[in-house]
């Protein structure tokens, strides 16, 4: 922008200034960016896809929960630099962020998933696995996923259960057909997906190609054998975000490491904000 002699710049104009959480999205674009860029190596693009989402957890889990936290608590001041307040600044990271994951799914199906198939590396749905490679995996899912597993039917006597932040879980309609009552016979199943265990299980194949299955599509084959006496309906899987921004108070606190530690804590079972 050029000025004229004699102009000076109103420095306290909100148009020169960008908001820092839109900027933070901005540069996380980037990133987005270098995966999409087909000159970088192949499993460089997919590490990129990788961070991108690392930093998204990271965002929503302490500017988007501190921005929630302002609101919920009634503050509704502009920002001094950008001029925006609490609301404003949610409803535009919303925006972009569903913009920038939408982006970041196509990238990943349309673009690195075939190029990694042309490499050999190939994702399968249960599917599409081959009647051996299905064997193969009902034994797996019996000897090496059941056993750790917990899952939990909701009803008035089990309610529903507190799930770890950034945990990848299953979500299962149930129906109770020995149900007398039609309002009882739905049910709602969680099934936590252990982290414990490796989220890729690669399959038997011929030749040189390594094909694999994702964890979490196990599981989904076999919600049947977690909740018996249901039938299942239908499974979708859902994540956790939880509230982490540490909130201290230096001047009042007693004993500050007593009180980072607390907050520390409270980072895996803060609250549910998205």
Do not use: C
């Amino acid at each position: 922008m050029e000025l004229s002699k004699g102009n000076a710049v109103n420095l306290n104009d909100t148009a020169y200034y960008n908001n820092r959480e839109l900027s933070w999205l901005a540069f996380n674009e980037r990133v987005l960016q270098e995966a999409q860029d087909g000159n970088n190596p192949l499993l460089e693009r997919l590490k990129f896809i990788s961070i991108f989402s690392s930093n998204l957890d990271e965002f929503f889990m302490v500017r988007v929960a501190g921005l929630k936290d302002q609101v919920s608590a009634g503050f509704n001041q502009p920002e001094n630099k950008a001029g925006l307040t609490p609301k404003k600044q949610l409803n535009k990271i919303a925006i972009k962020a569903h913009e920038l994951m939408t982006v970041q799914y196509d990238t990943f199906k349309n673009y690195v998933l075939p190029a990694l198939e042309l490499e050999g590396i190939e994702r399968l749905t249960f599917h599409d696995l081959t009647k051996e490679q299905r064997e193969f995996i009902e034994e797996y899912f019996d000897e090496q996923i059941f056993p750790v597993l917990t899952p939990v039917a909701i009803d008035a006597y089990r309610p529903f259960p507190m799930l770890l932040n950034k945990s990848l879980n299953l979500a299962t309609l149930l129906y109770d057909e020995k149900q007398a009552e039609e309002e009882n016979r739905t049910k709602l199943g969680i099934v936590q997906v252990p982290s414990l265990l490796e989220r890729f299980i690669f399959l038997p194949s011929e030749g040189q190609k390594h094909k694999f299955i994702l964890l979490e599509d196990v599981i989904s084959s076999f919600t049947h054998k977690l909740f018996t006496g249901y039938t299942v309906s239908s499974v979708t899987r859902f994540r956790i975000t939880r509230n982490a921004d540490l909130t201290i108070h230096e001047e009042g606190a007693r004993d500050l490491l007593k009180v980072i530690e607390k907050e520390l804590k409270k980072r895996k079972w803060g609250g549910l904000y998205v």
